[in-house]
């Protein structure tokens, strides 16, 4: 099992970066893909970016394309979304995922494909 804890949202003006930060505990966080997920309220969570195990494949929904980037540090057990020129639909909580898989390169692109969720951080873009 992994948990998962995110950090680092808040409040921010439109043109503005954050960087979100989830920390997983438990073993083995190397055998797990990453992504992060979003949800505005009214809406469906839909997924904002992935990461396979490895870093060496990355998925970015198109409206973050540019913007968003994700990475990884294995050592570390952390996964980041640096979130730059941030807009205002971007506001949401935003979650990180974890799922095991023995494919060091494949990513999951489903919310039904992860197994593991932290409890959200919420994102403001407004001035």
């Known amino acids: 099992q992994v948990q998962l804890v995110e950090s680092g949202g808040g409040l921010v003006q439109p043109g503005g970066s954050l960087r979100l930060t989830c920390a997983a505990s438990?073993?083995?966080?190397?055998?797990?893909?990453m992504g992060w997920f979003r949800q505005a309220p009214g809406k469906e969570r839909e997924c904002v970016s992935v990461?396979?195990?490895?870093?060496?494949?990355?998925y970015y929904t198109d409206s973050v394309k540019g913007r968003f980037t994700i990475s990884r540090d294995n050592a570390k057990n952390t996964v980041y979304l640096q979130m730059n020129s941030l807009k205002p639909e971007d506001t949401a909580v935003y979650y990180c995922?974890?799922?095991?898989?023995?494919?060091?390169?494949?990513?999951?692109?489903?919310?039904?494909?992860?197994?593991?969720w932290g409890q959200g951080t919420q994102v403001t873009v407004s001035s």
């Open positions: 995922a974890a799922r095991a898989t023995p494919n060091e390169t494949r990513t999951f692109l489903r919310r039904s494909d992860y197994d593991y």
């Open positions: 990461i396979s195990r490895n870093a060496g494949n990355r």
């Open positions: 438990g073993r083995a966080f190397n055998m797990y893909a």
